[in-house]
């Protein structure tokens, strides 16, 4: 999910920057310091938008510096357990298939592609289902549902599991096939309702 997160800090303006305005410095900094840092909170901290740097900053005795309390905003992505997501394959491997979601990739095992016979072919960037013929190619774009999420300080670049086995899931074309079988179904559901109704009162009138 992505979101814009307020957020405070104190940020050191060096002497090389006195020259420009303290928002610009000011954003400068922040944007080297936490774009594209990964936080257990906030998920992927994709973009600084906006700052307000305090005029009034302090300064250290043997530091040339000026240390000033600043507010911002930041564009993020927080992966949550059961989102529905919307993402292209990048990759293919023999255990599955990386699919960039926002600013990352999540991981979509061969497990939770479909319930078939799953074969990976490596060299040609594909995942083919033996009986359904179905298959997924780099390029893809798919609809999943997020089951694992690890971004905690042992996850440098964090890790995000996804599945497509279940209703309305995985490729564009997969899931037209299935809301047309659904609208199908649903006719011949309501035409037997009504064959039903009218058979009983037939037997009403008579």
């Known amino acids: ?66 240390y000033h309390r600043v507010e911002f905003e930041a564009l993020t992505f927080t992966p949550k357990l059961q989102e529905i997501v919307l993402g292209e394959i990048v990759d293919i491997t023999d255990f599955g298939a990386f699919v960039r979601i926002g600013p990352t990739d999540a991981l979509l095992h061969l497990s939770q592609v479909m319930d078939d016979y799953l074969q990976s072919d ?31 300080k042992a996850a440098t670049m964090g890790k995000i599991g996804i599945t497509c086995r279940q209703p309305f899931l995985g490729a564009d074309e997969w899931i037209e096939e299935e809301i047309k079988k659904s609208g199908k179904d649903g006719a011949s559901d309501k035409k037997e309702v009504k064959e039903v109704k009218v058979e009983k009162k037939e037997k009403k009138e008579r």
């Open 122 to 152: 490596v060299k040609s960037g594909m995942i083919i289902a033996k009986q359904s013929n179905r298959t997924l190619r780099v390029g893809s774009t798919i609809r999943s549902r997020i089951t694992a999420v690890s971004l905690g």
């Open 1 to 66: 999910m992505f979101s814009i997160s307020t957020l405070e800090d104190v940020v050191r303006i060096p002497p090389r920057m006195f020259g420009a305005s303290l928002k610009k410095a000011g954003i400068s900094i922040l944007k080297e310091k936490y774009e594209s840092m990964i936080n257990a909170e906030l998920g992927y901290i994709i973009m600084i938008l906006e700052a307000k740097v305090d005029e009034m900053g302090k300064m250290i005795a043997g530091d040339g510096g000026t």
